[in-house]
């Protein structure tokens, strides 16, 4: 995917390849990614099952490492991070949305979204506020003291964006974000990224099967069996 | 796709927690067999009590003697068949840890010992020889004592270094024979204290009779003790296993104690038993929702359950009753002369197993009966 | 720490069962550890307390204890005389000629026979002791065939309440009163006139001496005075010493006995506490996935879990040590094994109990819940995160 002004890419992937080991056997699940996603870009990345786009989505957001090629985000090699320094710096830089809203049942829908910031020195005071602030933005602050199971998919997942931003993030990655969720809620969370890309100028990088779900993006990415094939820009 | 991979990551789970599990029962199990067996141990002297045998004592306590002078007055009571003199001696040997039994006996006191063998040309030298002492095959196994050694020992009740002459070596009839003792003779000792200031010769420790028919022990003792009321020494005459009993009973509270802790390990290992039954029942839900809906009852499943859980509790019920035997030949080493008999028995082992059994059916109950509940559409939705 | 403790805490107690039986298992093998401790603590008391400061004991030289030991009445006058020993405010010297036996006498509830000692005291022996109170009662009449009975005895054995009599050595002896003796060993005694007794079990020579040195320091001269003296076949011990090397044997016993239970037990309730930590991982690989993609390291994942663990640990202990407290309501009687009489003390419960108790607790936890922690903090992300 080119970019037609100079401005420097937020994420810059040259070359990148992944392969995952079966037994004695190794598949390929990525060969020869190149691409550049620009600050304030709202990719959706499509393909079939086993196409790899989940692992390419793995490997921005540094829960996983390629094992060739180039992957730089905000300017950084992060590939030549640490296991720890790579966690300090998903903890500041990446925002994440799973499918299944991934909440600790344990914890309220306020704790959830506070759960990043423990990893940081804020105090107990100014913890509140900016969760009380994010809480605003997604709606929830009527029920910010129920625990998931009190609450709805759409709601669940609408703690998870919250618990996404509260660390103002670079990068929001998310995964199959309105899989588990009815019309309504889903239409409801797109609403909501596509605000966050606008408003807020966020990159957000989604991984979808769903048309309809990937209309929501301004780019799309296509792969299938590992490989990029053209998409449209909107 | 799901389903299997539930199973298959129970069955890799279940690996490390079923080892797990019957590590834990292996313990439990061992643990209370070796308990167990301390109890029995303690009891040993009892147990080798012949009902033939009754032991007559000062009526005060034990740290009172008998004057020799009623030996021949226990003689003429009716159903007495022999009379010996048994004087507990209580020394030292090098350390207090080496602790054993002495006892300063009349000569016929083999006599009323069956069960104590000694060859007859070592009984005979033991016999001519003053100084000379019989001791136990356990003792000389242990000490490495043989025929001819010279045994010292520093008296505690009696002062003084005694030497006594090893002229032979007692073995046991059977596993329950006491053979951790050291017997010398009483004439010996009595000729040193005759000869020692202040104290009182021609004192016995207790008489042991021998009687021709057991069932009238009760009657025999009572006329023995009849013949002494109201004198200097009044007697207690009790049969053997009395006498050893009242051993056993002054250690009461300690080993109430030991039996109620051995039964506390089963409980601990119920405890994990049943948690890890419960973990399991619940991660086969869908397991157990998918049989049903193939046709299975809410019997079979309960069976599988309390299948499951037995088969744990045989494998490690088993596998500790298989280490109790040598687990306890290593504690009796340890434990070195506290226990003079230290044998697992037969009733210890049935008890093992049925422990083993309870906790299998016990920690099986509650899950076995929520797997057999098991709503089959509820059960399959669980795979999500 | 990083991941909140809120988190950990609530995770213990959404698994409520599985977190019952796990910690009751440790209850109870901290019940058993701490029951030992207190047990212990319990005989020191008593030895501590029956052994006064300046107090010596004097037995003859070989015996253990006071049975076995004889003291002629000689010897009894020389060791009275040395200059080590006090001298009252009558001008009395502070040493006491005693004779000490053992009687058999039927426990209260089981009815079964157990040896008791009778200590024959003179007036001197009584001054000798001042953690001795009367609590009913009157002190025994020198001359006569009246006995005051240890708190220990007269709850334990039957037939020595105030006025009742027991028969031994030919006599009806009459017990006018009940002593305190703080909880030390003397609480487990008969005490009469030690010339009343000594006719009757018809005894000519003392089973010991009990002096009182006037200065702490004359003990090594006393000793060493008693030991190289012709006249005398006797050996000085301070009395706490002397008690305390009385009972050494039981309490190795008991210590041995003990540890090597918890120890056991230990290891069953240690299983357990992995078996429950492995599940509690299993249960949430996604969540541990999540953590770690949230930005959490392995070292905080690593951590949650042990102090989940530790956790467990502290209410098996809390727990456990809470039913023990309740040991303290009763009282132990045993044979000692090598004065071979009948021994009374209680389960005490001290601070330094309370650590140590808490302390094996929530290693028992650490211990069982480290390789599940450690499986938790090395999960691959990815994997984690397919999981559900």
């Given at each position: 995917m080119n970019r037609a002004n100079g401005a420097a890419p937020l994420v810059e992937i040259l070359h990148l390849v992944k392969s995952y080991r079966r037994g004695v056997q190794t598949v390929p699940v990525l060969s020869d990614i190149t691409l550049s996603i620009g600050e304030g870009d709202f990719i959706a990345l499509m393909g079939p099952s086993g196409s790899g786009k989940s692992t390419l989505l793995n490997l921005i957001a540094g829960i996983d490492r390629p094992d060739g090629g180039v992957l730089r985000v905000g300017g950084l090699?992060?590939?030549?991070?640490s296991e720890a320094a790579l966690a300090e710096w998903r903890a500041a830089n990446v925002g994440f949305i799973f499918q299944f809203y991934n909440l600790m049942p344990v914890l309220t829908a306020f704790e959830n979204i506070e759960l990043p910031l423990m990893l940081t020195r804020l105090s107990r005071k100014e913890r509140r506020e900016r969760v009380e602030l994010v809480l605003e933005m997604v709606n929830l602050a009527n029920r910010a003291h129920h625990y998931p199971s009190e609450l709805s998919g759409g709601q669940q997942q609408r703690v998870a964006i919250a618990r996404a931003l509260i660390t103002d993030p670079t990068l929001i990655v998310a995964d199959?974000?309105?899989?588990?969720?009815d019309r309504a809620s889903a239409e409801e969370v797109l609403a909501m990224l596509q605000r966050l890309n606008r408003e807020l100028g966020k990159t957000i990088i989604m991984v979808t099967h769903d048309a309809h779900a990937a209309g929501a993006a301004n780019a799309l990415v296509h792969l299938d069996k590992g490989e990029l094939s053209d998409g449209n820009t909107r | 796709m799901h389903a299997l991979k539930l199973i298959t990551r129970n069955a890799l789970r279940h690996k490390l927690r079923t080892a797990l599990t019957v590590l834990g029962l292996t313990i439990a199990v061992l643990a209370y067999g070796l308990l167990n067996t301390v109890v029995d141990a303690w009891y040993a002297g009892a147990a080798a009590a012949s009902n033939a045998r009754l032991v007559t004592r000062n009526a005060i306590s034990l740290s009172f003697s008998l004057p020799l002078s009623y030996e021949n007055r226990i003689r003429g009571v009716e159903g007495v068949t022999l009379v010996a003199r048994s004087s507990w001696f209580g020394g030292v040997y090098r350390e207090p840890k080496n602790f054993f039994a002495q006892f300063a006996v009349s000569d016929n006191y083999l006599d009323l010992y069956p069960e104590l063998i000694v060859p007859a040309q070592q009984r005979s030298d033991y016999q001519r020889d003053r100084e000379g002492c019989l001791v136990g095959r356990q003792l000389a196994t242990q000490f490495g004592f043989k025929v001819g050694d010279v045994i010292p020992i520093k008296g505690t009740i009696y002062p003084g270094t005694w030497e006594f002459v090893v002229r032979g070596i007692m073995d046991g009839r059977?596993?329950?024979?006491?053979?951790?003792q050291l017997i010398f003779h009483w004439d010996y000792l009595n000729e040193s204290v005759r000869k020692m200031p202040g104290r009182r010769a021609d004192q016995v420790g207790v008489y042991v009779l021998g009687i021709a028919v057991p069932e009238e022990a009760a009657a025999i003792s009572r006329n023995v003790d009849d013949v002494f009321r109201n004198s200097l020494a009044e007697t207690l005459t009790e049969t053997e296993q009395a006498f050893q009993l009242g051993f056993v009973a002054m250690s009461n509270q300690i080993i109430a104690a030991i039996r109620v802790v051995s039964y506390v390990v089963i409980v601990i290992i119920m405890a994990v038993m049943a948690n890890a039954m419960a973990m399991s029942a619940r991660e086969r839900t869908v397991e157990y929702a998918t049989l049903k809906a193939l046709g299975f009852g809410p019997g079979f499943l309960a069976l599988l359950m309390f299948g499951e859980s037995l088969t744990l509790c045989i494998a490690g019920g088993g596998l500790g009753m298989l280490l109790t035997p040598p687990a306890a030949s290593v504690f009796r080493e340890a434990t070195g002369g506290v226990f003079p008999v230290f044998h697992v028995s037969r009733e210890t082992v049935l008890l093992q197993a049925a422990c083993a059994g309870v906790v299998g059916v016990a920690a099986a109950i509650i899950p076995a009966i929520q797997a057999a509940r098991v709503r089959i559409v509820e059960g399959l939705r669980a795979i999500g | 720490m990083a991941i909140p403790l809120s988190y950990i805490a609530r995770n213990l107690w959404t698994r409520r069962l599985t977190t019952a039986l796990t910690a009751g298992g440790l209850a109870l093998v901290v019940f058993v550890f701490s029951t030992v401790l207190m047990l212990d603590a319990g005989l020191k008391k008593t030895l501590v307390s029956t052994g006064e400061e300046n107090n010596v004991v004097v037995i003859r030289?070989?015996?253990?204890?006071e049975v076995q030991s004889a003291v002629d009445r000689n010897q009894a006058n020389v060791i009275e005389m040395h200059p080590a020993v006090a001298v009252g405010g009558d001008g009395r010297r502070l040493a006491s000629k005693e004779s000490v036996v053992l009687i058999s006498l039927a426990k209260i509830g089981s009815g079964k026979p157990s040896n008791v000692v009778i200590r024959g005291v003179s007036q001197a022996g009584i001054g000798l002791r001042p953690q001795v109170r009367l609590s009913s009662g009157r002190l025994f009449t020198p001359g006569s065939s009246e006995i005051v009975v240890g708190s220990s005895i007269a709850k334990g054995f039957a037939g020595t309440q105030p006025g009742e009599h027991l028969r031994f050595a030919q006599r009806e002896w009459t017990v006018v009163g009940t002593f305190d003796a703080g909880g030390s060993g003397f609480d487990s005694e008969i005490w009469g006139d030690a010339d009343q007794l000594m006719q009757a079990f018809r005894r000519t020579s003392y089973s010991s001496m009990v002096v009182r040195l006037a200065q702490g320091d004359q003990f090594e001269r006393f000793r060493s005075d008693i030991d190289v003296d012709p006249r005398l076949a006797d050996e000085a011990k301070r009395e706490r010493t002397f008690y305390s090397d009385q009972s050494k044997a039981l309490s190795t016993f008991l210590n041995i006995l003990g540890f090597t239970l918890s120890a056991i037990f230990s290891i069953a309730a240690m299983i357990g506490a992995m078996i429950t930590m492995y599940a509690s991982v299993a249960n949430r690989v996604a969540e541990i996935g999540t953590l770690r993609a949230l930005g959490f390291k392995r070292a905080n994942v690593l951590a949650a879990f042990l102090v989940e663990a530790m956790l467990l640990g502290l209410v098996g202990g809390l727990a456990g040590l809470g039913c023990a407290a309740f040991m303290q309501f009763a009282s132990f009687s045993t044979?000692?094994?090598?004065?071979?009489a009948d021994l009374s003390f209680r389960f005490i419960l001290t601070p330094a109990i309370v650590g140590k108790t808490l302390a094996f607790s929530v290693t028992m936890g650490l211990v069982g819940g480290f390789l599940p922690a450690l499986r938790a903090s090395r999960m691959n992300i990815v994997e984690a995160l397919r999981a559900r």
């Open positions: 090699d992060i590939t030549q991070l199959e974000p309105t899989g588990d969720l | 059977d596993e329950s024979t006491i053979t951790r | 030289k070989g015996a253990e204890t044979t000692n094994f090598q004065t071979f």
